[in-house]
């Protein structure tokens, strides 16, 4: 089955300071994959999309970036964070049913 | 407008009465529809999910779906405790998105 691996569970940065959410997933092959981040008493909100190696789909401007170097990696970026950048990041797999990983909480300080 | 809008409740409700939670969406042409239970700190998980028009239940969880009123709703009936989390409507607006509402919290009183 679907196995979704996410890390670190929390971290704290400093603003300015660079950023990389790591995500890889087990047993399958060629999976869609997300990243969502959620603000605080806020929905989850898509950041990224990805159908393949090397394809990124952004939903929104924002000061993250997103690549997939392997298939079953997903990596969240960041050169500068800023204090909007703090919530909960989450990778999503999808395979007709939704996959979620353990999630990210980033705090900027 | 939001893709998908939820009441923020707090909705608080007693131990063994019916919570029932709102949703509408704005994509007319959404086909799939999902309920998440999201308890704090941690990952939504799936509850429900519902195709067609009509009600689907699955024991204490009914999702109702009325797609000319772009509404989904859900019932959780004899409420426990343990219920208490906030609530994540999601909806699929094409193949690849999930569009999730801000989601519902509900408390249930002991």
């Known amino acids: 089955s679907q196995t979704i691996h996410q890390w670190p569970a929390t971290l704290v940065q400093p603003v300015g300071s660079p950023l990389s959410l790591e995500c890889t997933v087990e047993?399958?092959?060629?999976?869609?994959l997300y990243w969502y981040r959620q603000a605080a008493g806020r929905g989850l909100q898509l950041l990224f999309y990805?159908?393949?190696?090397?394809?990124i789909s952004s939903e929104v401007p924002q000061n993250l970036s997103a690549s997939r170097p392997q298939d079953r990696q997903f990596i969240l970026s960041s050169k500068k964070l800023l204090l909007s950048d703090s919530g909960f990041y989450l990778c999503?797999?999808?395979?007709?049913?939704?996959?979620f990983g353990q999630g990210t909480r980033l705090t900027v300080v | 407008q939001k893709e998908v809008e939820q009441n923020s409740g707090p909705l608080s409700v007693p131990e063994g009465a019916i919570a029932s939670l709102n949703c509408t969406y704005s994509?007319?042409?959404?086909?799939?529809f999902f309920w998440y239970r999201q308890y704090s700190g941690k990952s939504p998980e799936l509850i429900m999910f519902?195709?067609?028009?009509g009600d689907k239940e699955d024991g204490r969880f009914t999702a109702q779906l009325n797609k000319a009123s772009q509404y989904v709703s859900l019932l959780i009936r004899d409420s426990q405790p343990s219920d208490s989390a906030t609530y994540l409507c999601?909806?699929?607006?094409?193949?690849?998105?999930?569009?999730f509402g801000a989601g519902t919290t509900v408390t249930v009183r002991a």
């Open positions: 999503v797999l999808r395979e007709g049913v939704t996959f």
């Open positions: 047993g399958t092959s060629n999976p869609n």
């Open positions: 990805s159908v393949g190696i090397g394809q």
């Open positions: 994509d007319r042409g959404s086909q799939s």
């Open positions: 519902i195709y067609s028009n």
């Open positions: 999601a909806v699929n607006p094409n193949d690849y998105k999930l569009s």
